[in-house]
């Protein structure tokens, strides 16, 4: 089995977190589920820097965005399936 280009920590997580450099448009990316040793394949609808995330289903504007099983911030734009999930559409509720 290949490495994989994202990791999922839960189940119960909204995006994954890309594990490798050089993500483009288009690519189709085999990601690691480690709660039950899973895989998940997506593919990337934008090109996705290292360490940046990837949305695992549609998120609607206002859902929970879920990483490594916490809270991390509200969707503020809907966002597709393997769509690049950063600051320009999860924000934090703290402000």
């Not at 448009?25 to 709660?35: I, P, R």
């Amino acid at each position: 089995m290949s490495a994989p280009q994202f990791i999922v920590h839960d189940t119960a997580d909204t995006v994954g977190v890309i594990v490798v450099e050089g993500i483009k448009k288009g690519a189709e990316l085999d990601g690691w589920v480690m709660e039950n040793d899973s895989r998940i394949k997506i593919t990337a609808l934008n090109d996705i820097p290292l360490g940046h995330k990837i949305a695992l289903s549609p998120i609607k504007d206002g859902d929970t965005i879920l990483k490594y099983g916490h809270d991390i911030g509200k969707c503020v734009v809907d966002i597709e399936t393997g769509a690049h999930a950063h600051v320009q559409n999860i924000k934090t509720k703290k402000w």
